[in-house]
């Protein structure tokens, strides 16, 4: 199993810039979610997801769009492009009971976004 | 919604020492908390976790201990070592299955 991929690792990107942080999983979670670390601070949660066809929005969902057309996929969309979303975007995946971990939350590697 | 709150925000101990970090939560339906380590530049890894039915659980060196009447859990890392050193996220699941995660502690072992 590859687990949860994320591309690309880097990005740069101008204000009013738009684009998409591509996100899979292989382990048939059904949970998935989109957080922003930026330096120095914790995890925030952007948008989530329980299924297929179900997300709903986290601490900071403003400017960022997601959708979850099959289990495996999770895109996060950022609009228009601002120097406030400079950060490290980490998707992760969870399903219940699945390794004797009540939820065991598999984060993807990672991508770097700045916004000049 | 669910807050996380987590003290203390750095952390400096000698290696063989113990370390302690703390955690409150806001949502009495939380039933599941994580923790996780994060070295740098790399992603969060589940290190032990606990459900709300227990009250402690230990794995080798490291314990988490949880009091829901006082909706408060913590860390307790016991003989450390310098590959202790990360910065360590509390979090919390409630019944809305999202995972809240406390502010993060940085945690560095002296030699």
């Known amino acids: 199993n590859a687990g949860v991929t994320q591309t690309p690792k880097f990005q740069v990107l101008k204000t009013g810039q738009s684009m998409t942080l591509q996100c899979a999983q292989d382990m048939n979670h059904e949970y998935m979610s989109w957080y922003r670390q930026d330096p120095g601070m914790g995890l925030r949660l952007i948008h989530y997801?329980?299924?297929?066809?179900?997300?709903d929005q986290g601490e900071v969902p403003n400017g960022y769009n997601v959708s979850r057309s099959t289990t495996e996929d999770f895109p996060l969309r950022l609009l228009s492009a601002a120097p406030s979303q400079t950060s490290v975007y980490f998707c992760?995946?969870?399903?219940?009971?699945?390794?004797?971990?009540?939820?065991?939350?598999?984060f993807g590697p990672g991508t770097r976004l700045t916004v000049t | 919604g669910e807050n996380v709150e987590q003290h203390p925000s750095t952390l400096s101990v000698q290696e063989g020492d113990s370390a302690v970090i703390k955690c409150t939560y806001s949502d009495s339906a939380s039933n599941y908390f994580p923790w996780y380590k994060q070295e740098l530049g790399k992603r969060p890894q589940l290190i032990i976790d606990i459900r709300s039915n227990v009250g402690e659980k230990k794995d080798q060196r490291i314990a988490v201990t949880l009091n829901k009447t006082a909706k408060h859990f913590s860390l307790h890392i016991t003989e450390t070592q310098p590959e202790d050193s990360a910065v360590y996220f509390c979090a919390a699941i409630g019944g809305a299955q999202k995972l809240v995660f406390g502010q993060g502690t940085r945690l560095t072992i002296n030699p």
């Open positions: 997801s329980v299924g297929a066809g179900i997300t």
């Open positions: 992760a995946s969870h399903g219940e009971g699945v390794t004797g971990h009540l939820y065991e939350q598999y």
